[in-house]
């Protein structure tokens, strides 16, 4: 049971920071982005790259203590933060930003599902379908409580996952960007009077999202595996995680993204881990029959 | 010769098929401007009513009921409408954004429960054996197939003929005025989310149907039938044609059904065989780049929407 609980977080972190970009997304730019999911996919094959870029190196500088993996593959994270947010700006160059000068909200939802299915397949034709690993040494799990045990690869993604929201608190509540962010998310035309550069706004907001989905694809990477399909298999527990914890409130993200994996988890036992998704799913409905705003959410 | 008959009725019946269930989009998301990400989820609840309710007994399977095969397209028409329901209810009242993640979710679930719930759906393997209507009548395959093209031409002129009526009629008004401006249409009495509801479930319906038609001309159904490519070809076809106008979901099924076969057979011409399989692959971003374009330089499609759909409003 305990167990359970542990591992329902680790896949709640991963689901929060997905989520983080989704709601991000959703707030500034108004549209439920399908294309974050391969946001997640995109991440873990850059770092993929970027790995085999520097394999050399890599095994000269060997892993840290415990991990499975040593500094190239902290270098590769970044690398993958920094291309995935360019990927999300490249995907708003081409297409939201046109699509927004003139169209409604819900061409860009079309947009994003057509967006979203052609990049996975462009990964597919360019990757191949199989799942590719990171590591393919086996991590022993060390107990950390009675009853609990995880792998120190586990232990690490938490508490990244933690620090990169205590960030994200940061960086929402007191930089000047992140208080612009927020304005906009509030009301755009009145932001754009007091002098916000909207524009730039939106720019900082995918490469926000995007980095924080590359670190979601690079942890699922480290303790699944990374193949075309992966960002599209989290994308339900994306969205339910940003609709349970009030869509568009980071801070909801995050705690409806723990709330989606520890469902997730705790419902193994009961219906199987095949349907993992579709307790994420119930639990999205749920929250649209009885709390459409969300848990922190304000207004439905 | 006979192969280019038996290939144009084969390509005919898919394309009709798929026109029933673009006019049960563009119902949703023409007339009303509802977004359904979950179109491969309906028609796959139609198909596998159909298939449940008409196929005979086969052992360590749930079903087998053997009835007629017009009762297993009612059963998916029903089917369809019952998911729409499931859905609807909760979210048509909300922000359209809502809409579309839950209709994207009850594809991906239906998709979970066709794949692993082994006793109703047959798993991954799907169902085999589906009987096709009158077949016992005919002899010859290529008669049998363009019957089944009349068969499937008819449902669909029919359904093509209802709607032209629906969305005259005062009701197709009032969900024009719903999706131009809901706040005024609620201000002249009409509930929007019960309207909302009505052409909602009555698309997933039409959407069933056509899973129940796939499910009887096959044979045969398996999860990899009802992939989110099938929500995406749907889309692209009714962009493409011209969503608010039902002959432009007709024309966008047929062109779009075409440039995807066209496109197919080229890719398995030119790649050499080692890259067949990511040729696949290579085609949907063909169908994703056509949408996108479409989007981008010609919103409204081949055929627009109509200005006037009354027969007693003049300009």
Not at chain 1, 23 to 39: C, D, H, K, P, V
Not at chain 1, 88 to 102: K, Y
Not at chain 2, 16 to 40: D, E
């Amino acid at each position: 049971m305990l167990q359970l609980f542990a591992d329902g977080l680790i896949q709640g972190a991963m689901v929060s920071l997905g989520a983080i970009g989704l709601t991000l997304t959703y707030s500034i730019l108004r549209f439920a982005n399908f294309t974050q999911g391969e946001l997640v996919t995109g991440g873990a094959y850059a770092a993929l790259m970027a790995l085999a870029g520097f394999a050399g190196t890599a095994q000269r500088a060997g892993t840290f203590a415990g991990l499975s993996f040593g500094w190239p593959m902290l270098v590769a994270l970044l690398l993958a933060m920094l291309a995935t947010g360019g990927l999300a700006l490249t995907i708003e160059w081409l297409l939201f930003g046109r699509l927004r000068r003139h169209g409604s909200a819900i061409t860009l939802v079309i947009a994003s599902f057509g967006a979203s299915l052609a990049l996975r397949n462009l990964i597919a034709f360019g990757f191949g379908p199989q799942p590719q690993y990171f590591s393919r040494d086996l991590q022993i799990a060390i107990p950390i409580m009675p009853g609990v045990r995880l792998t120190p690869d586990q232990l690490f993604l938490v508490g990244v996952t933690a620090a990169l929201v205590a960030a994200l608190h940061f960086f929402l509540t007191r930089t000047t960007l992140g208080r612009a962010m927020r304005a906009t998310a509030e009301n755009p035309a009145l932001a754009m009077l007091i002098g916000i550069d909207v524009r730039a706004v939106v720019r900082w907001t995918w490469l926000v999202g995007g980095a924080l989905a590359a670190v979601a694809g690079v942890f699922l990477g480290l303790t699944v595996q990374v193949r075309p399909s992966m960002g599209f298999d989290l994308l339900l527990p994306l969205f339910a995680a940003a609709i349970l914890g009030g869509i568009g409130n980071p801070y909801g993200a995050v705690l409806g993204g723990l709330l989606i994996g520890l469902a997730e988890s705790l419902s193994v036992p009961w219906v199987g881990s095949e349907y993992r998704q579709a307790v994420g799913f119930l639990v999205m409905l749920a929250a649209l029959l009885w709390r459409p705003q969300g848990l922190l959410g304000e207004r439905a | 010769m006979d192969g280019y008959i038996a290939y144009g009725v084969f390509f005919l019946t898919v394309a009709s098929i798929y026109a029933l269930v673009c006019l049960g989009l563009n119902l949703q998301w023409g007339a009303t401007g509802l977004f359904n990400v979950g179109v491969a989820g309906f028609f796959a609840v139609g198909a596998y009513a159909t298939a449940i309710l008409t196929c005979p007994d086969f052992p360590g399977q749930v079903g087998g009921f053997s009835l007629p095969v017009p009762v297993g397209w009612l059963g998916a028409l029903l089917a369809g409408g019952l998911a729409a329901l499931l859905v609807g209810l909760p979210t048509l009242r909300l922000r359209d954004d809502y809409l579309a993640i839950s209709t994207f979710g009850i594809a991906i679930v239906i998709q979970l429960v066709a794949l692993n719930f082994q006793p109703l759906t047959g798993g991954a393997l799907g169902i085999n054996f589906i009987p096709r209507p009158l077949a016992a009548w005919f002899s010859d395959a290529g008669r049998y197939g363009i019957f089944y093209l009349a068969v499937v031409a008819a449902i669909v002129s029919a359904a093509y003929w209802a709607l032209e009526r629906l969305v005259r009629s005062p009701w197709g008004r009032v969900l024009r005025a719903i999706r131009e401006d809901e706040a005024a249409a609620a201000a002249l009495g009409k509930s929007p989310a019960v309207f909302r509801l009505q052409a909602f479930v009555l698309g997933s319906m039409l959407m069933g149907l056509a899973g129940g038609l796939h499910a009887s001309f096959y044979g045969f159904i398996s999860p990899a039938d009802f992939q989110p490519i099938l929500t995406f070809q749907a889309w692209t076809m009714l962009v493409l044609g011209g969503s608010g106008n039902n002959r432009g979901a007709l024309v966008g099924a047929v062109a779009v059904w075409a440039l995807w076969s066209a496109s197919g057979a080229l890719l398995h011409a030119v790649l050499p065989a080692d890259l067949q399989v990511r040729g696949a692959a290579l085609q949907i971003v063909l169908i994703g780049v056509v949408l996108a374009a479409a989007l981008l330089f010609r919103p409204r499609g081949l055929i627009g929407e109509e200005p006037i759909v009354s027969r007693h409003a003049r300009l």
